[in-house]
T-cell receptor, first 113, second 113 residues
Framework: AQSVSQHNHHVILSEAASLELGCNYSYGGTVNLFWYVQYPGQHLQLLLKYFSGDPLVKGIKGFEAEFIKSKFSFNLRKPSVQWSDTAEYFC???????????FGQGTTLQVKP | DGGITQSPKYLFRKEGQNVTLSCEQN?????MYWYRQDPGQGLRLIYYSQIVNDFQKGDIAEGYSVSREKKESFPLTVTSAQKNPTAFYLCASSLIQGNTEAFFGQGTRLTVV
């Protein structure tokens, strides 16, 4: 069955700490990968996406993610977090064959000032 | 303004009643999706549609129904068969072709009493 799994459910960091959120997917065929963010009280917005090409993808607000096909992973990273990064982060995968788009369980990031 | 409109923002219904959530988009997107968001469970796919008059079940379709009579509209009916309907419901849309992501509406919070 298709699935997306996020390893960390709740992460607490101090400002300036580095961040890495894990994401693994289980999908047959070609897959498109995404990271979305949901700030408190706001709607989901895209951080970054991977379709093809360079497996290291840069997104908004200093975030990046690396697609490792052999590990079925798409981990999100940021070298130095800020208090304003406090939010919920979702990894998602879409089958390019069926268009089915599914999400992981989400990771709540709390950054302490 | 281009975007996805979900209405209403808050909805209250009595147990045993069917209720329909509206989702309209003016982005000329082919694909539309419905998700349910519960704390700690991320976004779970209810139904999705890639083309008018066609839709597929997602991972938690039981107790829900949809229609796709027009490209811009994808209403979701929460039926009385849905055992735990109180939740936050999100609608999304995307192009099928091209390296594009899904865009989300603001959501509808349904409370069944």
């Amino acid at each position: 069955a298709q699935s997306v799994s996020q390893h960390n459910h709740h992460v607490i960091l101090s400002e300036a700490a580095s961040l890495e959120l894990g994401c693994n997917y289980s999908y047959g065929g070609t897959v498109n990968l995404f990271w979305y963010v949901q700030y408190p009280g706001q709607h989901l917005q895209l951080l970054l996406k991977y379709f093809s090409g360079d497996p290291l993808v840069k997104g908004i607000k200093g975030f990046e993610a690396e697609f490792i096909k052999s590990k079925f992973s798409f981990n999100l990273r940021k070298p130095s977090v800020q208090w304003s990064d406090t939010a919920e982060y979702f990894c998602a995968a879409r089958s390019s064959n069926t268009g089915k788009l599914i999400f992981g369980q989400g990771t709540t990031l709390q950054v302490k000032p | 303004d281009g975007g996805i409109t979900q209405s209403p923002k808050y909805l209250f219904r009595k147990e045993g009643q069917n209720v329909t959530l509206s989702c309209e988009q003016n982005l000329n997107h082919d694909a539309m999706y419905w998700y349910r968001q519960d704390p700690g469970q991320g976004l779970r796919l209810i139904y999705y549609s890639q083309i008018v008059n066609d839709f597929q079940k997602g991972d938690i379709a039981e107790g829900y129904s949809v229609s796709r009579e027009k490209k811009e509209s994808f209403p979701l009916t929460v039926t009385s068969a849905q055992k735990n309907p109180t939740a936050f419901y999100l609608c999304a849309s995307s192009l099928i072709q091209g390296n594009t992501e899904a865009f989300f509406g603001q959501g509808t919070r349904l409370t069944v009493v």
